[in-house]
């Protein structure tokens, strides 16, 4: 059996010149949450578009059965309009054999007992690093701002 739980799902969009550099800063101030897992990396350019992709994960374990997940997914583009997406999905994902009498009580002692137990802890977690990435952004858009003044 498997129970998923989406705790967020947040966009963000900043303004900036060099969108994989910022990509990389967000990645570099996401690793204070956990150990970063790079799914994707890669930055293409056409003349004077330039398009970045950059996308990681953190995994934390709570248990043998459980286990959080925080997706950052970017994508950047300089042409026109010089941006930098952020698309931020977190799950708490809890999978459990439920096969027998063994596992089936198990099962139920753990569902209504440790997982929300569990989920709490997730949850506070998960409105750390989102207070933590809306710093981060709110942080970019302000020196893109400055610069753009300068």
Do not use: W
Request: proline fraction near 2%.
């Amino acid at each position: 059996m498997q129970v998923e739980e989406t705790l967020l799902t947040r966009r963000i969009i900043i303004e900036t010149k060099d969108p994989y550099s910022l990509a990389l800063e967000l990645m570099e101030a996401a690793s204070q949450f956990g150990n970063i897992v790079e799914k994707e990396n890669k930055y293409e350019t056409d003349g004077p578009e330039r398009k970045t992709t950059l996308n990681f994960e953190i995994v934390e374990n709570t248990d043998r059965a459980s286990h959080l997940v925080v997706e950052f997914n970017t994508l950047g583009e300089t042409n026109s309009v010089n941006y930098l997406g952020i698309d931020i999905t977190a799950r708490f994902v809890c999978s459990i054999m439920s096969e027998g009498f063994f596992s089936s009580a198990f099962t139920d002692y753990y569902l209504k007992h440790l997982f929300p137990r569990y989920l709490k802890s997730a949850d506070d977690k998960i409105k750390r690093i989102d207070k933590a990435m809306v710093d981060f952004a709110e942080a970019a858009s302000k020196k893109a701002r400055q610069a753009k003044a300068v």
